[in-house]
């Protein structure tokens, strides 16, 4: 099998997309493997994390492979060594790279000289991972997923973007719902819309929040503010109105549920009452963020 780089959703096709979820499941309920026996993944970090690193080093060790943490603080990248350098290195070492940095030219960069599959793990553009786990933890509530809607609220960040880009995969509307001036960059939108148009699916943006939540299977939201960006308090402002809470939640499907990556930064941009609530999948989906990556992997490295 090539070597195949997972740095956004649309690097996998329909069936592949399928695939991977599919196989999440049968992950879920047989964990262990010896898989990746005798293989290195190498977990490259920029940005501290919780989910992201224990998921990824726990779905290594669980596939019989051994992660090894690098924190970019410790390596050479970026200060005395190019990052293509990097990949050239560290591909004759291990069997596949996960990276969770901040500028996605910097993931390109490295899957562009790696001779092993590179998994974005998160950038400032895309969360590819986290919107597997997403459409992971909506179909296992809801297995007839085709033509719901997900109502995400709040900031035109990565989250919002990959999350979109999976949505229409996986035949699920997507409304964007945040305020004027937090929208995705323009040439984001414009490729989700099309992806969306190739899968038959809608993605729109909403001012309204309420408009927003009438229909809709489930709630997403994000922090504000997002790590390494500076606290404004004009954004937070402008960002009051979009904070999910039990009236939004009652304006949604009597079955709708509750979605957000974590951390979350409570009485901001969700109530307790709700991402505590019966309708929360939160927690779930941050346990699914294992199983899918387990997934992800098995595929990338071993075709299964």
Known sequence: MSVRHFLKVPDLSKAEFDHVLEQAAVWKRSPLSDILSGKTVALIFGKPSTRTRVSFSVGVYQLGGMPLYLSEQELQMRKSESIEDTARVLSRYVDAIVIRTFAKRDVEDLA?????????????????????????????????????????????????????????????????????????PEEKSAGIARLASEHGTRFWVERDPEAAAQGASALYTDVWVSMGQQQ???????????????????LARPDAVVLHCLPAHRGEEITDEVIDGPQSAVFDEAENRLHVQKSLMAYLLAGR
């Open 232 to 250: 404004d308090s004009g954004k937070l402002e402008a960002m009051q109105p979009y904070r999910v809470d039990s009236h939004l939640l009652a």
């Open 112 to 184: 562009s000289a790696s001779s092993v599959p590179v998994i974005n793990a998160l950038t400032d553009e895309d969360h590819p991972c986290q919107a597997l786990a997403d459409m992971f933890t909506f179909m296992e509530r809801f297995p007839d997923p085709v033509g719901r809607k997900i109502a995400y609220l709040g900031d035109g960040n990565n989250v919002a973007a990959s999350l979109a880009e999976a949505g229409a995969m996986a035949g699920v509307d997507i409304c964007l719902c945040v305020p004027q001036g937090f929208d995705l």
